[in-house]
């Protein structure tokens, strides 16, 4: 077994991380899961939290807003749809993030306003964390 898996989060903006990781907290939209070294693949949604990152030189945190993680035996990607690492969020961030999340749910179809509902209800646990 390998002691450490390749970790990439990458954000429409820029890279935000790529190093070998013994693990990885993923905040995944049906519950939070950990990806280590010779995990079984997956792919997963994310929703918005704290993805976590172990390695050599400690943890690393980013604050997500969602998207695409894809797991493999050696590998953890991410694609996120919006990214920070912890110590760059702020008050404002987050008000950009609820704000575009209120529009969503406000303009969301019937049949996934249940989902923009939880996104919502993620955004605000997410700021009380944040405190």
């Known amino acids: 077994m390998a002691d450490t898996l390749q970790f990439d989060l990458v954000s ?3 890279m935000l991380a790529s190093m070998p990781a013994r693990e990885v907290q993923i905040p995944g939209s ?6 280590m070294p010779d995990h079984m693949p997956v792919i997963t949604t ?3 939290g704290i993805l976590r990152a172990t390695g050599a030189d ?3 945190e980013f604050v997500v ?12 990607s991410v694609l996120a749809e919006n990214a920070v690492p912890r110590s760059e969020v702020t ?3 987050l008000e950009k993030l609820r704000k ?9 179809a019937p049949e996934v306003q249940d989902h923009t ?3 919502l209800a993620d955004l605000a646990h997410l700021a009380d964390q944040m405190v």
Not at 71 to 76: D, I
Not at 100 to 108: G, K, N, P
């Open 58 to 60: 400690g943890t690393q």
């Open 65 to 76: 807003s969602g998207g695409f993680a894809e797991v493999t035996a050696t590998s953890a």
């Open 46 to 48: 994310l929703r918005p």
């Open 117 to 119: 509902a939880k996104a």
């Open 91 to 93: 008050p404002d961030f």
């Open 30 to 35: 049906e519950g939070d899961m950990t990806a």
């Open 100 to 108: 575009e999340a209120e529009e969503a749910h406000a303009q969301a």
């Open 12 to 14: 429409p903006e820029r």
